[in-house]
């Protein structure tokens, strides 16, 4: 949650900006994985990321 919500440490919000950025590579959503860790770090250290996945969640909730 802390990295979700950009409050993580530095190391911690690399990690997952790396991890994620090799997805968008893999898919094609990024040309080079630079630009997808730059893409993902701004999206969690905004914490846009966590906005995100709780708008998926309340979403989910209401098709129960």
């Given amino acids: 949650q802390a990295v979700l919500a950009g409050k993580a440490p530095r190391e911690d919000i690399e990690a997952v900006a790396v991890n994620a950025a090799a997805g968008l590579w893999v898919f094609g959503k990024v040309q080079e994985m630079k630009e997808?860790?730059?893409?993902?770090?701004?999206?969690?250290?905004?914490?846009e990321a966590g906005r995100h996945l709780e708008l998926i969640v309340q979403r989910a909730e209401r098709l129960k």
């Fill in 36 to 47: 997808g860790v730059s893409k993902v770090k701004s999206h969690l250290e905004t914490g």
